[in-house]
């Protein structure tokens, strides 16, 4: 069992940058994947690496504003988010699965409890 902890959510405005964090035990060894979920839509897919941190991947709705990184001496994943828009608002969460990375949400058995973000005007 991994147990994921998000950190770093808040509230800001457009233009602001913040940057999540997933911790957990162990992680080291997982391919990790952040995912989001606004209210009255699915939740959808942000951001994806590998353990060792050689493959990212993104939705072309973040790409280039929002990195994805790693450090696995302290068993943590980042999301940087920069030039954060109305649309990023949502619930941010991190996932982890063993092996290779997906995109898909259910392709992850592990999850964390999520981190508001939140963007004004």
């Known amino acids: 069992q991994v147990h994921l902890v998000e950190s770093g959510g808040g509230l800001v405005q457009a233009g602001d940058s913040l940057r999540l964090s997933c911790a957990a035990s162990?992680?080291?060894?997982?391919?990790v994947g952040w995912f989001r979920q606004a209210p009255g839509k699915e939740r959808e897919f942000v951001s994806t690496?590998?353990?060792?941190?050689?493959?990212?991947n993104y939705a072309d709705s973040v790409k280039g504003r929002f990195t994805i990184s790693r450090d696995n001496s302290k068993n943590t994943v980042y999301l940087q988010m920069n030039s954060l828009k109305l649309g990023d608002s949502a619930v941010y969460y991190c996932?982890?699965?063993?092996?290779?990375?997906?995109?898909?949400?259910?392709?992850?058995?592990?999850w964390g409890q999520g981190t508001q973000v939140t963007v004004s005007s």
């Open positions: 162990g992680l080291s060894s997982y391919a």
């Open positions: 996932a982890a699965r063993p092996h290779t990375v997906e995109i898909t949400a259910m392709s992850y058995p592990y």
């Open positions: 690496i590998s353990w060792s941190g050689a493959t990212t």
